[in-house]
T-cell receptor, first 111, second 112 residues
Framework: QKEVEQDPGPLSVPEGAIVSLNCTYSNSAFQYFMWYRQYSRKGPELLMYTYSSGNKEDGRFTAQVDKSSKYISLFIRDSQPSDSATYLCAMTSGGSYIPTFGRGTSLIVHP | EAGVTQFPSHSVIEKGQTVTLRCDPISGHDNLYWYRRVMGKEIKFLLHFVKESKQDESGMPNNRFLAERTGGTYSTLKVQPAELEDSGVYFC??????????FGPGTRLTVL
């Protein structure tokens, strides 16, 4: 079993839709949870960062962590074509600064 | 502020040849990391430099991979001899401390 599971998609939605991206994980030591956005031919860029369970909101983006279920989500409201990218979840344990990545989900927002 | 740069952007080589990838971190970032993404798989950690010293090289796949960081500035990752399974995208990242890592655009390596 992989440490972090993420559906690669692609996920195709119309402009304005609410997007839900998810990851599950198996290592209960993970405490820090990140979402990266990667545009084509670019490197991953940190989008959101949360610690432990709960929600964190930043503009149109909301990151949610449920440690009891080992499940994290990223919600994008009012999705735009410019949101089209690959979204990678990543997580670290308290004693490590090296993230364990999911495979990434390819998101396509069409006008 | 310039971001992390990597060279070349794409390299195509024959099995058995040698390839050297270069990474220039953000100025002032002591921490430099190498990662690799094989087609269809996750991004995997290779190694971490603090200045010129290897802090953690637990992700290096085998002794065909050699990483250096001359004078604590840019870093090179040499693959010698390259094998088919070495194909993938090699990312470099840098950070000031043990905090947010900034990634470069990657080098796409194809071994034929």
């Amino acid at each position: 079993q992989k440490e972090v599971e993420q559906d690669p998609g692609p996920l195709s939605v119309p402009e304005g839709a609410i997007v839900s991206l998810n990851c599950t994980y198996s290592n209960s030591a993970f405490q820090y949870f990140m979402w990266y956005r990667q545009y084509s031919r670019k490197g991953p860029e940190l989008l959101m960062y949360t610690y432990s369970s709960g929600n964190k909101e930043d503009g149109r983006f909301t990151a949610q962590v449920d440690k009891s279920s080992k499940y994290i989500s990223l919600f994008i409201r009012d999705s735009q074509p410019s949101d089209s990218a690959t979204y990678l979840c990543a997580m670290t344990s308290g004693g490590s600064y090296i993230p364990t990545f999911g495979r990434g989900t390819s998101l396509i927002v069409h006008p | 502020e310039a971001g992390v740069t990597q060279f070349p952007s794409h390299s195509v080589i024959e099995k058995g040849q040698t390839v050297t990838l270069r990474c220039d971190p953000i100025s002032g970032h002591d921490n430099l990391y190498w990662y690799r993404r094989v087609m269809g798989k996750e991004i995997k950690f290779l190694l971490h430099f603090v200045k010129e010293s290897k802090q953690d090289e637990s992700g290096m796949p085998n002794n065909r991979f050699l990483a250096e960081r001359t004078g604590g500035t840019y870093s090179t990752l040499k693959v010698q001899p390259a094998e088919l399974e070495d194909s993938g995208v090699y990312f470099c990242a840098s950070s000031r401390a043990f905090d947010e890592q900034f990634f470069g655009p990657g080098t796409r390596l194809t071994v034929l």
